[in-house]
């Protein structure tokens, strides 16, 4: 189609780097050939992100990894941001000099 997108997103390993190079190797795939990145982006990334998880347990169980993964991405798709995270990562937009409030980090102490 002809609507601009792009796609950024930051990977933080724990436990090693397996699932971080992993989710950096097939999330924006997974984001790209969702069937909902046309109609509903927000959809499109939670679901992938999702997928992406499920993809590298089962990697993860047959090679007997033991790493994990935070993340954050951010797709803009035409004029519009859509964010998704896992984990403690976070992302912050500055517009005009100041931040704008995107998330609500995770904390030990958020239910």
Not at 37 to 56: G, H, R, W, Y
Not at 90 to 111: D, F, I, S, W, Y
Request: aromatic content about 8%.
């Amino acid at each position: 189609d002809d609507v601009d997108r792009a796609y950024f997103a930051v990977f933080d390993g724990h436990g090693g780097v397996d699932a971080a190079n992993y989710s950096a190797t097939h999330l924006h795939v997974n984001v790209g050939l969702h069937e909902e990145i046309v109609k509903n982006p927000a959809e499109a990334l939670k679901c992938s992100f999702q997928k992406t998880d499920e993809m590298f347990l089962f990697k993860a169980k047959r090679e007997k990894l033991r790493s994990g993964t935070t993340g954050v991405s951010a797709l803009i798709v035409g004029n519009k941001l859509y964010i998704a995270w896992l984990g403690d990562s976070q992302v912050m937009l500055v517009q005009q000099g100041k931040a704008v409030t995107l998330m609500e980090p995770h904390k030990p102490e958020r239910e």
